[in-house]
């Protein structure tokens, strides 16, 4: 983690720089994926899946024998703990549903709005390096909700041509259509395009890593609907004196340990918080199983000291993390503050693994700062919200002049004359 003391303003800019390849970096190698996979369809899937997951495989598509076999293989307390989040993810996002609500701009010009699900939807699952069946829930709970028909997911592949149980089992309680054995820009090609395997959707949901996200930025320049772009995970803590230097570099870890290209960073405005948190991620880095992905990221990270817990608010703004923990007391004066982060977790007892798992809220968040202007995955990004109105005759004779008014200003003679031919029907009756 890279120490760095009192940094002048004029160098946050830098500092809030991701370290993850740029788009001019990767877009050649993902637009050549694209090629193949529209002038080869499955068998570009085939040949991709021995290339970056090693494995050669038979079909592309999960069968219902796989799927039947996964129950067995889930131990009965992991099923449980997936059907405790599962309620808490309905039960958060099933508040999100907005009722119609009709308004009467002016006497008789009736206005509402109606959410309506997005029919094909396009769930990615990462599963590179861990096999995220939380994401299924945190994708395929909303999508349920909002009525979406179609749900296709896709993720990478074990070696040995297998999906893990977990996400098969979570597949199942969905009720997903389609399970297909592709992970990378790949699969964002095929559910972007269709391929034999694999049916074009609306909509491609999911995080992943760069070329993951990179792929989906790419193809929604192509008129596919994406999410957000969901990348490597990161966290921000903000700690003062009050934080347990053992918990804050458990949580730093927690986010570390998705992979290499992911970003950490404390801040904190005591010197010897910093000390303490450093110790303490040595301590629990050594017996971390994923500590080659853990160590590679902390070298990315960074430790931050600050002048007040204004500027630490200043900056965690600037970076606009996906995950924001305040490990402070007195959270709530800052909390108002907040102008840019994915989600926020407040006070102690508040680890950000309770977001990734089963509090309720959503993982699926954006990083790289794109959380100054996006929000992470809601009910409403299953939904399109059409708008209905109804004008009576009463309506239009009290709206009518105001519409050919600004039809004749802006020297649109045919809209004028849509509301004038009505007008002067309803005058002769
Ligand atoms: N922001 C969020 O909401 C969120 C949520 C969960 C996970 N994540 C992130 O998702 C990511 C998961 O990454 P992962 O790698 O484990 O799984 P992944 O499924 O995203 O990616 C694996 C695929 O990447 C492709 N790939 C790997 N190396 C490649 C290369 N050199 N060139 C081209 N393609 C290549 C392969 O096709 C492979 O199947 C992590 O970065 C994690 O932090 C983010
Ligand atoms: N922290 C990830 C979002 O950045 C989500 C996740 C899934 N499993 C564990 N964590
Ligand atoms: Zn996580």
Redesign the pocket.
């Known amino acids: 983690m890279r120490k760095i003391i009192n940094p002048a303003p004029q160098s946050w800019g830098e500092l809030v720089q991701r370290p993850t390849k740029n788009l001019d970096e990767l877009e050649p190698?993902i637009l050549e994926t694209f090629r193949l996979v529209q002038e080869q369809g499955d068998e570009a899937l085939l040949q991709?899946a021995q290339k970056?997951?090693g494995v050669r495989l038979q079909s592309l598509v999960t069968t219902e024998k796989e799927i039947a076999e996964s129950e067995a293989k889930v131990p009965q307390e992991l099923k449980e703990a997936i059907l405790q989040a599962y309620s808490n993810i309905q039960l958060f996002h099933t508040q999100q549903a907005e009722p119609v609500k009709q308004i009467e701009t002016m006497n008789g010009v009736n206005c509402w709005r109606k959410s309506v699900a997005i029919e094909k939807v396009g769930l990615y699952i990462?599963?590179?390096?861990?096999p995220?069946f939380s994401?299924l829930l945190m994708l395929g709970v909303p999508a349920r909700i909002a009525g979406c028909k179609e749900l296709v997911l896709c993720t990478?592949p074990a070696k040995d041509g297998s999906i893990h149980p977990a996400i098969l089992y979570t597949a199942s309680l969905l009720g997903v259509n389609r399970i297909v054995k592709a992970?990378?820009?790949?699969a964002i090609a095929a559910m972007a395009f269709g391929i034999e395997s694999v049916p074009a959707v609306h909509k491609i949901f999911g995080?992943?890593?760069q070329?993951?996200t990179v792929a989906k930025q790419l193809v929604s320049k192509a008129g596919v609907a994406i999410d957000l772009p969901?990348?490597?995970?990161e966290v921000l803590v903000m700690a003062d004196e009050s934080a347990n230097p053992a918990f804050v570099a458990a949580d730093l870890l927690s986010q570390a340990e998705?992979?290499a290209?992911?970003q950490v960073v404390l801040l904190t405005t005591s010197e010897e918080v910093l000390q303490q948190v450093e110790q303490e991620l040595e301590t629990q880095l050594r017996v971390l199983p994923r500590k080659e992905f853990a160590a590679k990221a902390l070298e990315n990270s960074l430790g931050i000291i600050l002048g007040s817990r204004q500027e630490m608010l200043a900056f965690s703004n600037l970076y606009a993390p996906?995950h924001l923990i305040l490990s402070v007391s007195d959270f709530e004066e800052l909390m108002d503050g907040i102008a840019n982060a994915g989600s926020v977790f407040l006070g102690h007892y508040s680890p950000e693994s309770a977001g990734d798992y089963a509090s309720g809220t959503n993982?699926?968040?954006p990083?790289n700062g794109y959380a100054r202007a996006y929000s992470g995955v809601s009910l409403d990004s299953f939904v399109k919200k059409i708008t209905f109105q109804y004008i009576t005759r009463e309506g239009l004779q009290h709206i009518g002049k105001t519409i050919e008014t600004m039809a004749e200003a802006e020297g649109l003679e045919a809209h004028k004359n849509a509301v004038s031919i009505r007008l002067k029907e309803l005058n002769r009756v």
Do not use: C, R, W
């Open positions: 190698g991709l970056y997951d990462p599963g590179g390096t861990a995220l994401t990478p992970g990378g820009a790949q995080p992943g890593n070329y993951v969901a990348g490597p995970s998705h992979g290209d992911s996906e993982h699926t968040l990083t």
